[in-house]
């Protein structure tokens, strides 16, 4: 076993990223991103490393290609086939302070600012006062520098927000993002599993107290936050036990389970078990409480499938032979479908790719599964719930939960827009951009065609107030909606941009034709959360709309290929 | 170097799962008595410890790999159960009403080591309880450790972060021997390790024993600088070699501060630009994946070496022209192969490669070439003997892999040995489907020996490997370009058993030190057959069993040694006994009994 474990740990562990399987189109632009790596103070970030990770695709699996950067900071990741990406630098004792969620294709440049991270540092002793030596401890971020509650904060970041105490207790995570912290020992994680070093103890927060209970440390940016003692409680905390049933044996070779206990009301990891051919859990050091359980089977292609949320109460006993069922996931399926241009923009690329189109399922409601996804890496994780269609057109997005969807479709070039999207059905297809995709659990949905269309305008402008010196309201949201009374329920003609502190708003990949806008102050809800639906998806909100807008009358017309910059929106 | 995913790592962790296995179990109905108990005392410079946690854990016996209720625990959670005890006023603890079994105790007084070395360097006692026993001495002599700590700064005095510093022990007769440091590439990687630079480029090393010592920092195999650049290895204060380091002395329980460490220049890389070709037609290939690994370095201080692997050179993928740029790379010597992770899990590739070399000296190197040939395709149906069908499913959930050896040797002893030979002759690797195809490609000519590997239980092993009803019991010839269909596999599951106890005579085996047998053959005593091997820990009383093993003659073999501990320095073994091998035939749903005798007064022993 010896020749294969090393050939195994050989080729697993060592190779940073793998390649797919051998194609035959002939890309015309080299499979390069490249770009520079900065830094808020001006260090020159030599040696750090960006990943370019294929949206929907296993970072295992052949989707992850890598780069170290010059001593200018500079980088080029290489070998990359056409599709959409994700790109994550790394640099130790940094932290990257741009939007992580933003995609890039082949032949883009990058500039990725990163600034030094904050410190937190402290001392932990045990009820006796001693100094606890060479226990992890790990920095949960609540809240980001703007105040969102940060959902899966710790996952990200995780592996580099918790370190050990030394000989004298004391222990110093640097790296850390803006943000409010709860610093804690005998902590779960997606990584080292527990609580616990020994999975006994409940985990204590600082100053000495469970997690409800946990003083918050600020940390403003490239600071250090000392002090953070923190006394641990001792105690044995209980167990959750049980097993998981159901769809536990996937398609492939690796199947593991994990399962998460999150507390009820916060959402905050609790404890965390993963294990590889077996279905029996155990988790230990868990508090008196109200938490929920999930069970999530992966495999190495990152086919999952997933437990409904089990809600348990511990109150003075261990709580033993819980049963977790897990479910298959849904998934759609589909072809994007190019209509011959009846006219060509200027500015359109040498050709469109057809796998650099990201289709998106956004489900209505609650988030999917963001913590049974919150074992992988963001930068996969980000990706759950897209994918890229193959050199023919092919796509499909797995891993659905139950539930209503619409289908979101990022396209790389200004030139191109989403003219219909409808569902293979007799006598005529369904319109899908109207009425949605309804997923029961498990189901699998195909025969889904996005038709996409050369021509689109764009637009761009600011709003500016129409009394001189007043400010413009915060959430601030322009519409864009069809002019034409047959248009009135063509959703695909709506479209919504948020306007940024200057006032400036964007639309891109417009069908032309006919427009109204319309400037409208979003909810507080609606602003914070990053799944909401577009306001015209909503029959009523439509109709306010489109009255608002009539009466406004902000009228624009876009034609066939426009590109409208600086126009004025008065507020 | 990529920091890994968490599922990067659990990938890794799963393939070294021979090596680490735990059994995780719920909490079940227990109805041993539980009378037994142990004790003992923890004292700190002969002076007793007080209110000190020592943690007493039942370890069940890590189940042979192969056999059913192989599982792994990748949170290490649980092993059985944990209670947990304080020292009194006087150092001693007790635990009670403990049921027959083996445990651990472990003492939670990190930063200390204990007062005598031993190689027991853990701060761990194994001791095994007979219902009823009450266990005494269970002692834990320790003294406080030292203490290194300083700075690591590059050549223009600004910190580096994470970055790795070793230690080297120096002994008296100024020789050195490597002692730990930040080696263990898992604990780097997780910021585990203490000796690990933080932000201010501080590193802080604890739990030493007196001694002098060479701290050096640099160096790292360019796989572990964990996006930090990469940086010839230097000693204490600023010494490019150990002859000029700066022996640093730590006295018992002594903090040492202020052992900086100024790295020279960041290690200069470049870049090699090469293509694939396919040998026959010469045409490229696009698209194909390739790998490179150094297999030496030009200054000769790769932290991982003496197995032909001097670090991680990267990998690339084949542009329209079958073109690829593989950059970052230090100067020394490296070799090049196709290689695709995803069609190792997937379906494999055609194709194979003999494996390119190339050296950097101080440039760039272009025109590197690797000639992709055609192999060949073994395929056919696997099936389960005895139409067992409970183990049906198990199919799906087993791989086979195909590992070639040359008809001729290896050109050279580079390539033959390590993870470099390894990599080369990289396996094919199949899954099995519904209908029990399967499909090895890629093959090159040589003697092909199948093995089944599976990751979760129900392990299934090869019989029998069969073509037109002819076993072939030593592997499958490939010769030239012929793909061979229709063979037929063979599997089952073992049901064999061998249980046996070790006699110990002429001495005693002293504390800290355990005995493991392992178990090789059945039906072809192969050594490429690997799938064949199998161990067990054998336990307080001298008895160990191997389950689910394939009928034939195996080869036991008993080897003691010390109990390991990662994150202590590997003792230097003296008087070690020599290995004992015994032969045993197991037959079909029998346990086969044996006694191995380890004979400590022989004078023939190991001596390192």
Same mark, same amino acid.
């Given at each position: 076993?010896?020749?294969?474990?090393?050939?195994?740990?050989?080729?697993?562990?060592?190779?940073?990223?793998?390649?797919?399987?051998?194609?035959?189109?002939?890309?015309?632009?080299?499979?390069?991103?490249?770009?520079?790596?900065?830094?808020?103070?001006?260090?020159?970030?030599?040696?750090?490393?960006?990943?370019?990770?294929?949206?929907?695709?296993?970072?295992?699996?052949?989707?992850?290609?890598?780069?170290?950067?010059?001593?200018?900071?500079?980088?080029?990741?290489?070998?990359?086939?056409?599709?959409?990406?994700?790109?994550?630098?790394?640099?130790?004792?940094?932290?990257?302070?741009?939007?992580?969620?933003?995609?890039?294709?082949?032949?883009?440049?990058?500039?990725?600012?990163?600034?030094?991270?904050?410190?937190?540092?402290?001392?932990?002793?045990?009820?006796?006062?001693? /100094?606890?030596?060479?226990?992890?401890?790990?920095?949960?971020?609540?809240?980001?520098?703007?105040?969102?509650?940060?959902?899966?904060?710790?996952?990200?970041?995780?592996?580099?927000?918790?370190?050990?105490?030394?000989?004298?207790?004391?222990?110093?995570?640097?790296?850390?993002?803006?943000? *409010?912290?709860?610093?804690?020992?005998?902590? &779960?994680? /997606?990584?080292?599993?527990?609580?616990?070093?020994?999975?006994?103890?409940?985990?204590?927060?600082?100053?000495?107290?469970?997690?409800?209970? *946990?003083?918050?440390?600020?940390?403003?940016? &490239?600071?250090?936050?000392?002090?953070?003692?923190?006394?641990?409680?001792?105690?044995?905390?209980?167990?959750?036990?049980?097993?998981?049933?159901?769809?536990?044996?996937?398609?492939?070779?690796?199947?593991?389970?994990?399962?998460?206990?999150?507390? %009820?009301?916060?959402?905050?990891?609790?404890?965390?078990?993963?294990?590889?051919?077996?279905?029996?859990?155990?988790?230990?050091?868990?508090?008196?409480?109200?938490?929920?359980?999930?069970?999530?089977?992966?495999?190495?292609?990152?086919?999952?499938?997933?437990? &409904?949320?089990?809600?348990?109460?511990?109150?003075?006993?261990?709580?033993?032979?819980?049963?977790?069922?897990?479910?298959?996931?849904?998934?759609?399926?589909?072809?994007?479908?190019?209509?011959?241009?009846?006219?060509?923009?200027?500015?359109?690329?040498?050709?469109?790719?057809?796998?650099?189109?990201?289709?998106?399922?956004?489900?209505?409601?609650?988030?999917?599964?963001?913590? %049974?996804?919150?074992?992988?890496?963001?930068?996969?994780?980000?990706?759950?719930?897209?994918?890229?269609?193959?050199?023919?057109?092919?796509?499909?997005?797995?891993?659905?939960?139950?539930?209503?969807?619409?289908?979101?479709?990022?396209?790389?070039?200004?030139?191109?827009?989403?003219?219909?999207?409808?569902? %293979?059905?007799?006598?005529?297809?369904?319109?899908?951009?109207?009425?949605?995709?309804?997923?029961?659990?498990?189901?699998?949905?195909?025969?889904?065609?996005?038709?996409? &269309?050369?021509? %689109?305008?764009?637009?761009?402008?600011?709003?500016?107030?129409?009394?001189?010196?007043?400010?413009?309201? !915060?959430?601030?949201?322009?519409?864009?909606?069809?002019?034409?009374?047959?248009?009135?329920?063509?959703?695909?003609?709506? *479209?919504?941009?948020?306007?940024?502190?200057?006032? *400036?708003?964007?639309? !891109?990949?417009?069908?032309?034709?006919?427009?109204?806008?319309?400037?409208?102050?979003?909810?507080?809800?609606?602003?914070?959360?990053?799944?909401?639906? /577009?306001?015209?998806?909503?029959?009523?909100?439509?109709? !306010?709309?489109?009255?608002?807008?009539?009466?406004?009358?902000?009228?624009?017309?876009?034609?066939?290929?426009?590109?409208?910059?600086?126009?004025?929106?008065?507020? | 170097?990529?920091?890994?995913?968490?599922?990067?790592?659990?990938?890794?962790?799963?393939?070294?799962?021979?090596?680490?296995?735990?059994?995780?179990?719920?909490?079940?109905?227990?109805?041993?008595?539980?009378?037994?108990?142990?004790?003992?005392?923890?004292?700190?410079?002969?002076?007793?410890?007080?209110?000190?946690?020592?943690?007493?854990?039942?370890?069940?016996?890590?189940?042979?790999?192969?056999?059913?209720?192989?599982?792994?625990?990748?949170?290490?959670?649980?092993?059985?159960?944990?209670?947990?005890?304080?020292?009194?006023?006087?150092?001693?603890?007790?635990?009670?009403?403990?049921?027959?079994?083996?445990?651990?105790?472990?003492?939670?007084?990190?930063?200390?080591?204990?007062?005598?070395?031993?190689?027991?360097?853990?701060?761990?006692?194994?001791?095994?309880?007979? $219902?009823?026993?009450?266990?005494?001495?269970?002692?834990?002599?320790?003294?406080?450790?030292?203490?290194?700590?300083?700075?690591?700064?590059?050549?223009?005095?600004?910190?580096?972060?994470?970055?790795?510093?070793?230690?080297?022990?120096?002994?008296?007769?100024?020789?050195?021997?490597?002692?730990?440091?930040?080696?263990?590439?898992?604990?780097?990687?997780?910021?585990?390790?203490?000796?690990?630079?933080?932000?201010?480029?501080?590193?802080?090393?604890?739990?030493?024993?007196?001694?002098?010592?060479?701290?050096?920092?640099?160096?790292?195999?360019?796989?572990?600088?964990?996006?930090?650049?990469?940086?010839?290895?230097?000693?204490?204060?600023?010494?490019?070699?150990?002859?000029?380091?700066?022996?640093?002395?730590?006295?018992?329980?002594?903090?040492?501060?202020?052992?900086?460490?100024?790295?020279?220049?960041?290690?200069?890389?470049?870049?090699?630009?090469?293509?694939?070709?396919?040998?026959?037609?010469?045409?490229?290939?696009?698209?194909?994946?390739?790998?490179?690994?150094?297999?030496?370095?030009?200054?000769?201080?790769?932290?991982?070496?003496?197995?032909?692997?001097?670090?991680?050179?990267?990998?690339?993928?084949?542009?329209?022209?079958?073109?690829?740029?593989?950059?970052?790379?230090?100067?020394?010597?490296?070799?090049?192969?196709?290689?695709?992770?995803?069609?190792?899990?997937?379906?494999?590739?055609?194709?194979?490669?003999?494996?390119?070399?190339?050296?950097?000296? #101080?440039?760039?190197?272009?025109?590197?070439?690797?000639?992709?040939?055609?192999?060949?395709?073994?395929?056919?149906?696997?099936?389960?003997?005895?139409?067992?069908?409970?183990?049906?499913?198990?199919?799906?959930?087993?791989?086979?892999?195909?590992?070639?050896?040359?008809?001729?040797?290896?050109?050279?002893?580079? $390539?033959?040995?390590?993870?470099?030979?390894?990599?080369?002759?990289?396996?094919?690797?199949?899954?099995?489907?519904?209908?029990?195809?399967?499909?090895?490609?890629?093959?090159?000519? #040589?003697?092909?020996?199948?093995?089944?590997?599976?990751?979760?239980?129900?392990?299934?092993?090869?019989?029998?490997?069969?073509?037109?009803?002819?076993?072939?019991?030593?592997?499958?010839?490939?010769?030239?370009?012929?793909?061979?269909?229709?063979?037929?596999?063979?599997?089952?599951?073992?049901?064999?058993?061998?249980?046996?106890?070790?006699?110990?005579?002429?001495?005693?085996?002293?504390?800290?030190?355990?005995?493991?047998?392992?178990?090789?053959?059945?039906?072809? +005593?192969?050594?490429?057959?690997?799938?064949?091997?199998?161990?067990?820990?054998?336990?307080?009383?001298?008895?160990?069993?191997?389950?689910?093993?394939?009928? #034939? $003659?195996?080869?036991?073999?008993?080897?003691?040694?010390?109990? +390991?501990?990662?994150?202590?320095?590997?003792?230097?073994?003296?008087?070690?006994?020599?290995?004992?091998?015994?032969?045993?035939?197991?037959?079909?749903?029998?346990?086969?009994?044996?006694?191995?005798?380890?004979?400590?007064?022989?004078?023939?022993? $190991?001596?390192?």
């Amino acid at each position: 076993m010896k020749r294969l474990s090393l050939t195994l740990a050989a080729l697993l562990f060592m190779a940073a990223s793998w390649t797919a399987t051998a194609q035959e189109t002939k890309p015309k632009r080299e499979g390069v991103i490249s770009g520079r790596v900065v830094a808020d103070d001006g260090q020159p970030m030599g040696g750090a490393q960006v990943v370019a990770v294929g949206v929907g695709k296993s970072p295992v699996m052949g989707a992850a290609q890598m780069s170290s950067c010059d001593a200018d900071g500079n980088f080029k990741v290489t070998g990359l086939s056409h599709g959409v990406y994700s790109i994550v630098a790394r640099a130790p004792g940094y932290v990257s302070v741009q939007d992580q969620s933003r995609k890039y294709r082949i032949g883009e440049s990058v500039i990725i600012r990163m600034a030094r991270g904050g410190v937190i540092t402290g001392r932990v002793t045990d009820e006796f006062g001693e /100094p606890v030596v060479g226990v992890r401890v790990a920095a949960d971020r609540v809240r980001d520098s703007e105040g969102k509650p940060g959902a899966g904060a710790a996952t990200m970041n995780e592996m580099y927000s918790s370190r050990s105490t030394d000989d004298r207790g004391v222990y110093r995570i640097y790296g850390l993002e803006a943000g *409010a912290y709860v610093v804690g020992v005998n902590v &779960a994680s /997606p990584i080292f599993g527990g609580p616990g070093q020994t999975g006994r103890e409940p985990p204590t927060y600082h100053p000495s107290s469970p997690r409800g209970a *946990a003083t918050e440390v600020n940390l403003r940016g &490239a600071e250090e936050v000392a002090g953070v003692d923190i006394r641990a409680r001792g105690g044995r905390g209980r167990s959750i036990s049980g097993t998981v049933s159901g769809e536990t044996q996937g398609d492939g070779f690796i199947n593991g389970v994990a399962v998460t206990l999150y507390g %009820a009301a916060d959402k905050n990891l609790v404890g965390m078990t993963t294990q590889i051919g077996s279905q029996n859990f155990s988790l230990r050091g868990v508090d008196d409480g109200e938490y929920e359980l999930t069970a999530t089977r992966f495999n190495e292609s990152m086919d999952l499938a997933i437990s &409904a949320p089990r809600r348990v109460v511990m109150k003075g006993a261990d709580l033993n032979g819980i049963e977790l069922k897990l479910l298959k996931l849904g998934s759609v399926s589909g072809r994007v479908v190019i209509e011959a241009p009846k006219a060509e923009c200027e500015t359109a690329s040498d050709q469109f790719k057809v796998e650099e189109a990201m289709i998106e399922m956004k489900r209505d409601g609650r988030a999917p599964g963001v913590y %049974a996804f919150g074992f992988f890496p963001m930068e996969a994780g980000g990706n759950l719930g897209g994918a890229t269609p193959d050199k023919i057109g092919g796509f499909t997005v797995k891993n659905l939960e139950a539930g209503r969807y619409r289908v979101n479709t990022d396209l790389p070039d200004e030139s191109w827009y989403i003219r219909a999207i409808t569902q %293979a059905a007799t006598p005529k297809p369904i319109d899908v951009s109207r009425s949605g995709l309804t997923l029961k659990q498990g189901e699998k949905i195909s025969g889904i065609e996005i038709t996409i &269309a050369q021509g %689109a305008a764009s637009l761009s402008g600011r709003v500016v107030p129409s009394r001189e010196g007043a400010q413009l309201p !915060k959430r601030l949201r322009v519409h864009l909606i069809p002019a034409e009374a047959a248009a009135a329920d063509d959703l695909l003609r709506y *479209a919504e941009s948020p306007v940024r502190g200057d006032g *400036a708003f964007e639309f !891109k990949h417009i069908a032309p034709g006919k427009y109204l806008l319309s400037a409208r102050q979003a909810s507080e809800k609606d602003a914070n959360d990053d799944q909401s639906r /577009p306001l015209a998806w909503d029959a009523v909100e439509r109709g !306010k709309l489109r009255r608002e807008a009539a009466a406004a009358k902000n009228e624009i017309e876009l034609k066939v290929c426009e590109r409208v910059k600086e126009h004025i929106l008065r507020w | 170097m990529l920091r890994i995913t968490r599922f990067q790592i659990l990938l890794s962790i799963t393939s070294l799962f021979i090596f680490s296995v735990a059994n995780a179990q719920t909490p079940q109905q227990d109805s041993r008595p539980r009378t037994a108990s142990v004790s003992g005392r923890v004292t700190v410079a002969g002076k007793p410890a007080v209110n000190v946690k020592v943690v007493v854990t039942e370890v069940k016996d890590r189940p042979a790999p192969g056999s059913q209720d192989f599982s792994m625990d990748l949170t290490g959670a649980g092993t059985g159960e944990d209670h947990v005890a304080l020292t009194d006023a006087e150092g001693r603890y007790r635990v009670t009403n403990l049921p027959e079994g083996k445990y651990e105790a472990k003492v939670s007084m990190g930063g200390h080591i204990r007062e005598k070395p031993s190689p027991n360097e853990s701060l761990v006692e194994s001791f095994s309880l007979d $219902e009823g026993e009450s266990r005494g001495n269970v002692d834990f002599a320790l003294v406080r450790g030292g203490v290194i700590t300083g700075r690591v700064t590059d050549a223009d005095g600004r910190p580096l972060i994470a970055r790795a510093v070793s230690l080297q022990g120096v002994d008296i007769q100024g020789g050195k021997t490597i002692l730990r440091g930040s080696q263990n590439p898992m604990n780097l990687m997780m910021g585990l390790d203490g000796s690990q630079t933080d932000d201010r480029g501080v590193y802080r090393i604890f739990g030493l024993r007196a001694g002098r010592y060479l701290v050096s920092a640099g160096g790292e195999s360019d796989v572990f600088t964990g996006g930090a650049g990469s940086y010839p290895r230097a000693w204490h204060p600023d010494a490019a070699d150990e002859n000029h380091a700066k022996v640093v002395e730590v006295t018992s329980g002594g903090e040492v501060t202020g052992v900086d460490i100024r790295l020279g220049a960041a290690k200069k890389t470049y870049e090699a630009l090469g293509r694939v070709v396919d040998d026959e037609t010469g045409k490229p290939i696009a698209g194909a994946g390739v790998m490179c690994i150094r297999v030496k370095a030009a200054d000769e201080s790769a932290a991982i070496d003496g197995i032909g692997f001097g670090g991680f050179g990267g990998n690339a993928k084949t542009d329209e022209q079958g073109n690829f740029r593989l950059a970052g790379l230090a100067p020394g010597q490296y070799q090049l192969n196709l290689f695709d992770q995803e069609s190792f899990l997937t379906g494999g590739s055609n194709y194979y490669s003999d494996g390119s070399k190339f050296e950097i000296h #101080g440039g760039d190197v272009a025109g590197v070439e690797i000639r992709a040939k055609s192999g060949v395709t073994i395929s056919g149906v696997a099936v389960i003997e005895d139409a067992d069908q409970s183990a049906k499913s198990s199919l799906s959930q087993t791989m086979l892999m195909a590992h070639s050896m040359p008809s001729s040797p290896p050109a050279s002893p580079d $390539e033959a040995g390590g993870i470099a030979g390894a990599f080369a002759m990289a396996p094919a690797a199949s899954r099995i489907g519904i209908d029990g195809a399967f499909s090895l490609k890629g093959l090159r000519p #040589g003697k092909v020996t199948i093995q089944a590997v599976s990751v979760t239980g129900g392990a299934l092993k090869i019989t029998r490997i069969e073509r037109g009803g002819v076993e072939m019991t030593e592997g499958i010839v490939v010769t030239g370009r012929e793909d061979i269909a229709g063979v037929r596999i063979v599997l089952g599951k073992g049901s064999g058993k061998i249980r046996g106890r070790v006699q110990v005579t002429g001495g005693a085996l002293p504390d800290g030190w355990r005995m493991t047998v392992t178990a090789r053959g059945g039906k072809n +005593i192969s050594s490429f057959d690997s799938s064949r091997s199998y161990y067990a820990d054998v336990d307080g009383k001298g008895w160990f069993v191997i389950e689910d093993l394939l009928p #034939g $003659e195996y080869e036991l073999m008993l080897s003691v040694q010390p109990e +390991i501990n990662p994150n202590s320095p590997p003792q230097p073994v003296q008087n070690m006994p020599a290995p004992v091998t015994q032969k045993v035939v197991v037959t079909k749903g029998q346990e086969a009994q044996v006694t191995v005798t380890l004979d400590l007064s022989k004078k023939n022993r $190991e001596e390192k």
